[in-house]
């Protein structure tokens, strides 16, 4: 027998979570539920992620490959822990250069709303080979546990980050001549964990860029989610401010940062917006920026009816009645994380944080009538971990119109980002 190691971990999705089935009845891409009809988290996704953190030639020693090299890691589904609320999320694709949505670019998934646990095995069938796979799996671990990893589908907007509570990562190893031991272990059975090892996961340094902003809401906000129950007791406006199921807490979606910033990083940048937010057409590339989910605390909710006016009869136009609840006030944080940045995306990015504090980078929907402002309490860089002082001295007065130093700030990120290279 071949030295053997199990682990068994447990994870706390701090986002909301995107793992497509095979058969989407509900939306157009439903969670992959098991036969209980409870969410899980594929073996396959998660190899895919953990071979993501190899170079080439160790992916082939440690998870195989197509030509007959044979896994040395088995990887199992990561199942549900307790409760989790699956709610669905609205999305359109608005057209390129005008705020209008694009001929059928309507389209709705389901995500596993934050808080849900789940538990996973992983086996190493032969840990004795050339190979320290207790250092990658280790690292994968940390990686995931710090954010620079995520699981399922559009990590670049917020979705998949997870983190391990303490001791939620045991191990247990057989050596060559216990095969009795081995034998009697069930990976699946609680008592067989009972004198595990606890995995200690250590911080992993970020060498991005991370800017994370305290907002507070001014005013209303409208990203919407559309309702169906028009009737009865159960009737609902015709759409409401997207908020968590669990906690019914408003939220903004990462893509919905994502939209309104790339939207507004065309006027700012005479790069091309593909190399940054990333890109579905011709040659498709991956967002190297991610945006966070931001959930709202505090405020108010109000419900308010509304009449379309025919411009030119000025009388209420028949069927044209429509109620919305939305949110007003609150204070929420946004994050922004950039791995490996380029020096030419600084300065717009702190043109576009600009923009947002003074009233011009409105976020969500019916901005032309004054909804989705917001204020900087608090603003930091950090690059490689440190912080550019002159980026949080610029938002230091949230009540005053911000004009940052642009040039200061670029030279201080620039400097840090030549330190980080060395």
């Not at 990893?149 to 190893?173: D, H």
Request: net charge negative; charged share 25%; glycine share 10%.
């Amino acid at each position: 027998m071949n030295k053997k190691i199990y682990y068994r971990y447990r994870f706390e999705t701090l986002s909301a979570l995107s793992l497509g089935g095979a058969d989407s009845l509900e939306t157009d891409s439903d969670v992959a539920v098991d036969g209980l009809g409870r969410p899980f988290v594929p073996a396959s996704s998660l190899a895919g992620v953990f071979r993501s953190t190899l170079s080439e030639r160790d992916a082939v020693l440690l998870l195989g490959d197509l030509e007959g090299n044979q896994s040395r890691v088995r990887i199992y589904d990561a199942v549900l822990s307790g409760d989790a609320n699956v709610s669905v999320r609205d999305n359109v694709r608005l057209e390129k250069d005008a705020k209008i949505a694009a001929r059928g670019g309507k389209f709705d998934y389901q995500v596993v709303d934050a808080g849900a646990q789940f538990t996973g095995i992983l086996e190493v069938c032969d840990a004795s080979g050339e190979l320290d796979s207790a250092g990658y799996i280790k690292r994968f671990f940390e990686l995931l546990n710090s954010g620079m990893l995520r699981i399922g589908a559009k990590k670049a907007r917020g979705l998949g980050r997870v983190s391990f509570p303490s001791g939620a990562v045991e191990r247990v190893s057989f050596e060559c001549d216990q095969v009795d031991a081995w034998l009697a272990f069930d990976a699946f059975d609680e008592e067989s964990w009972e004198n595990a090892e606890v995995v200690r996961l250590d911080d992993v340094a970020s060498r991005g860029l991370l800017v994370t902003l305290d907002l507070s809401v001014k005013g209303a906000l409208s990203i919407r989610q559309y309702t169906t129950e028009a009737f009865g007791p159960e009737a609902s406006p015709d759409y409401r401010q997207l908020a968590l199921a669990s906690s019914g807490e408003p939220l903004i979606p990462g893509t919905t940062w994502a939209g309104a910033f790339r939207s507004a990083y065309r006027r700012v940048s005479p790069c091309s917006e593909s190399d940054l937010f990333g890109s579905i057409e011709g040659g498709a590339s991956l967002s190297r920026i991610v945006f966070s989910e931001s959930i709202v605390k505090g405020g108010e909710w109000k419900q308010i009816t509304r009449n379309s006016i025919d411009r030119y009869t000025g009388g209420v136009i028949d069927g044209a009645l429509f109620t919305e609840l939305t949110h007003f006030g609150g204070s929420t944080t946004l994050e922004l994380y950039v791995d490996k940045p380029r020096t030419e995306w600084i300065a717009p990015l702190v043109a576009l944080v600009a923009d947002l504090h003074n009233g011009f980078l409105p976020v969500g929907g019916l901005t032309a009538v004054g909804h989705g402002l917001f204020s900087i309490n608090s603003a930091k860089m950090l690059v490689g971990g440190v912080d550019v002082r002159s980026f949080s001295d610029a938002f230091c007065h949230p009540d005053d119109l911000v004009c940052p130093n642009v040039s200061a700030i670029v030279d201080e990120a620039e400097t840090l980002l030549a330190v980080g290279s060395e």
